[in-house]
């Protein structure tokens, strides 16, 4: 049993900053991809940030040089830092991994509960 649990989300001002976190337990061989989501009302659900297993990281145009993404793998735990928010950034942010339960088994994926973020003056 895979478990993701976040925390972080809130009400900030525009400009201002958040620290969403996304802790992974439960039956862990191997930890892939480590991702974040977004999804704002009447939207699709979007990337905003991926790192991989090698520490590569990648972002839509939207959040680059505003949000960054980061992973401490001894603690199963991938953060995701929000600097300069605008309303536009506005919804429930989901945590998603893909990791391996064990040696032979193909990789799955896995989401958070989701986290509210809401960029209000």
């Known amino acids: 049993q895979v478990q993701l649990v976040e925390s972080g989300g809130g009400l900030v001002q525009p400009g201002g900053s958040l620290r969403l976190s996304c802790t992974v337990s439960g039956s862990i061989f191997t930890i892939l991809n480590m991702d974040w989501y977004r999804q704002a009302p009447g939207k699709q659900r979007e990337l905003v940030a991926r790192?991989?297993?090698?520490?590569?990281?990648n972002y839509p145009d939207s959040v680059k040089g505003r949000f960054t993404i980061s992973r401490d793998n001894a603690k199963n735990t991938v953060y995701l830092q929000m600097n300069n928010l605008i309303p536009e950034d506005t919804a429930v942010y989901y945590c998603n991994v893909l990791l391996s339960e064990g040696r032979s088994l193909l990789p799955t994926s896995y989401w958070g509960q989701g986290t509210q973020v809401t960029v209000s003056s």
């Open positions: 790192m991989s297993n090698n520490g590569n990281s």
